[in-house]
Nanobody
Framework: QVQLVESGGGLVQPGGSLRLACAAS????????VGWYRQPPGKQRELVAS???????NYADSLQGRFTISRDNAKNTVYLQMNNLSPEDTAVYYC?????????????WGQGTQVTVSS
């Protein structure tokens, strides 16, 4: 059982940056596959980036290298650094932690944090 709380969202101008945080309690995130997802208005939720227990990362091709996912084990927090933001990045951003055990593939979601990119 792990509880996730996202923070760091808000209003930012095009070209600006934000760093989202996914703070976990109850379990260590290094034992999970952790992903950042986003859901723009009227669209399906999509995977933005993920990080494995050993630190391997992957990103959606559409992000074009603008986003970086990282984990701070001491703080039990996964971050999403978002640079050069555009209005197309406006969405609710969610953190997900998934166990990758053959006998336990439980998945946990945070409440989401709103990111709005606008002048």
């Amino acid at each position: 059982q792990v509880q996730l709380v996202e923070s760091g969202g808000g209003l930012v101008q095009p070209g600006g940056s934000l760093r989202l945080a996914c703070a976990a309690s109850g379990s260590a995130l290094r034992f999970y596959l952790v992903g950042w997802y986003r859901q723009p208005p009227g669209k399906q939720r999509e995977l933005v980036a993920s990080i494995t227990g050993d630190g391997t990362t992957n990103y959606a091709d559409s992000l074009q290298g603008r986003f970086t996912i990282s984990r701070d084990n001491a703080k039990n927090t996964v971050y999403l650094q978002m640079n050069n933001l555009s209005p197309e990045d406006t969405a609710v951003y969610y953190c997900n932690a998934k166990r990758l055990l053959v006998w336990d593939s439980s998945s946990y979601w945070g409440q989401g944090t709103q990111v709005t990119v606008s002048s």
